[in-house]
Each structure stands twice: as C-alpha cells, then as structure tokens.
C-alpha cells in the first residue's frame, strides 16, 4: 500500500507559489481560506508547524499591509497576534492557549484588510513579505 507523504509547509508553499506570480481574486481567497482553516486547527487543539507557518505569513502580509495604509491602526494588534505566535512556537505545543484572543485579533484583522485592500496592495504586501524573509534568512546565514 501506497503511504501519503505529508508535506508539513504545503500551506506555506501555496502561499509563496502563488505570491510569485500574479495575484487574482481566487487566489486572495484562497490565502483567506488557509488563514482560517489554519486558525481553526488551532483552536481544535490539533494546529501544527503549517499552520503555524501559514499564520506567520498571513500576519507578515497584515503588518505590510497596515504599513502601506490598509487599515493601519489595527498594526499594534498584529503585532501583538506575531509576538503570540512566536511564544507558540518557543513552547512547541502547536496549540494556542492563552494566545488565542490576541492570535484570533491579529487574524480578524488581517481578513478585513484583505476584503478592503486594492489587489496591487496585497500583491505589493506579499512581494515585500518574500524580500523580508528573504532578507532575513541572509541575515541568518552570515
């Protein structure tokens, strides 16, 4: 019997996939899609590295987002929903605790910005999020 390998980062591989080429409605959608079922995982208690992988993003293209006028006064609260989520990664336990109201914030507020902002602003949020990474695993390397 065939057994399915599991890709751990397939969330964030689709996000990246699809942040190089041109960005449309349905793949907007999409991104909004696997930020809630992400979200959702974790609130069942079964979120996983993906999921987590795939909130960090959806929080890394809010906070560029709010930096280039959608929505900014909500930034204070995604940055509270990044630093959240990377106390979930520390502990490893993938699951969200007493982080889920500052988490669930930054989120909420990451899908109105997407339901407000212009195309050419999330495409130009999520070029900037690639160059950061980008940018920083450079930084990391030496």
Same mark, same amino acid.
């Given at each position: 019997?065939?057994?399915?390998?599991?890709?751990?980062?397939?969330?964030?591989? @689709? @996000?990246?996939?699809?942040?190089?080429?041109?960005?449309?409605?349905?793949?907007?959608?999409?991104?909004? @899609?696997?930020?809630?079922?992400?979200?959702?995982?974790?609130?069942?208690?079964?979120?996983?590295?993906?999921?987590?992988? /795939?909130?960090?993003?959806?929080?890394?293209?809010?906070?560029?987002?709010?930096? @280039?006028? +959608?929505?900014?006064?909500?930034?204070?609260?995604?940055?509270?929903?990044?630093?959240?989520?990377?106390?979930?990664?520390?502990?490893?336990?993938?699951?969200?605790? /007493?982080?889920?109201?500052?988490?669930?914030?930054? +989120?909420?507020?990451?899908?109105?910005?997407?339901?407000?902002?212009?195309?050419?602003?999330? +495409?130009?949020?999520?070029?900037?999020?690639?160059?950061?990474?980008?940018?920083?695993?450079?930084?990391?390397?030496?």
């Amino acid at each position: 019997m065939n057994k399915l390998k599991i890709n751990r980062f397939a969330g964030l591989d @689709l @996000l990246n996939r699809r942040s190089k080429a041109k960005v449309d409605n349905a793949q907007i959608v999409e991104i909004c @899609l696997v930020c809630r079922a992400s979200m959702l995982a974790f609130k069942a208690g079964c979120g996983t590295e993906q999921h987590w992988s /795939s909130l960090a993003y959806c929080m890394n293209v809010a906070m560029v987002l709010a930096e @280039l006028g +959608v929505m900014p006064e909500g930034l204070s609260a995604i940055e509270g929903g990044q630093d959240a989520l990377e106390i979930v990664r520390n502990i490893g336990a993938w699951q969200l605790g /007493s982080h889920a109201f500052v988490i669930n914030s930054a +989120v909420n507020i990451f899908l109105k910005q997407i339901s407000v902002a212009k195309n050419q602003q999330v +495409v130009k949020a999520i070029i900037e999020v690639l160059k950061r990474n980008e940018q920083t695993r450079r930084g990391c390397r030496g």
